[in-house]
T-cell receptor, first 113, second 115 residues
């Protein structure tokens, strides 16, 4: 069974540009989470989807971040326009049930110059 | 507020030595507790988890952790460290109720292993 996959693995963009990160969860997992780790800080929750619905987006930093989960399958996280402080590693995770283990992808390393 | 504290940012041990990584949490209800590991160039891998029941939990790669409610701790242990254990270790608590189960994370502990 394939694990959680994320694309791209790395992205280097200039301030003001747009970047879209993609996450493909484990097949059959209704729950999908996005997290971010900024250098030197703890991993922080961004948002949680249950199927195609946003269950909790309390961790989204601001309205420059837009997450979608089309058809309850893969998810995208768009940053527009990107700022320097958006640099970090963006992790995606999925779980089958709400109280179940979250399985993580390898992360996308975003660098905004 | 819910939080997780990993007091040790960096630890160095010799190969074959025992290891204990500390984790303290602050959470009002019965917590779901996790340890994840991130090896260089890899993603986050689950080592072990505690949901309920036996407070001593066995995980992969020879790791174990003990949940101590009175101390709000969930320390990770391994009796004999291998060079391949060099990685960053994260403690997390599953927070929320109902349909919300986000993870609250500690800062992580970076483990170096001397040959």
């Amino acid at each position: 069974e394939a694990g959680v996959t994320q694309f791209p693995s790395h992205s280097v963009i200039e301030k003001g540009q747009t970047v879209t990160l993609r996450c493909d969860p484990i097949s059959g997992h209704d729950n999908l989470y996005w997290y971010r780790r900024v250098m030197g800080k703890e991993i922080k929750f961004l948002l949680h989807f249950v199927k195609e619905s946003k269950q909790d987006e309390s961790g989204m930093p601001n309205n420059r971040f837009l997450a979608e989960r089309t058809g309850g399958t893969y998810s995208t996280l768009k940053v527009q326009p990107a700022e320097l402080e958006d640099s970090g590693v963006y992790f995606c995770a999925s779980s089958q049930g709400l109280a179940e283990t979250q399985y993580f992808g390898p992360g996308t390393r975003l660098l905004v110059l | 507020a819910q939080s997780v504290t990993q007091p040790d940012i960096h630890i160095t041990v010799s190969e074959g030595a025992s290891l204990e990584l500390r984790c303290n949490y602050s959470y009002g209800a019965t917590p779901y507790l996790f340890w994840y590991v991130q090896s260089p160039g890899q993603g986050l891998q689950l080592l072990l988890k505690y949901f309920s029941g036996d407070t001593l939990v066995q995980g992969i790669k020879g790791f174990e952790a003990e949940f101590k409610r009175s101390q709000s701790s969930f320390n990770l242990r391994k009796p004999s460290v291998h060079w391949s254990d060099a990685a960053e270790y994260f403690c997390a608590v599953g927070a929320g109720t109902g349909n919300n189960r986000k993870l609250i994370w500690g800062l992580g502990t970076s483990l170096a292993v001397n040959p």
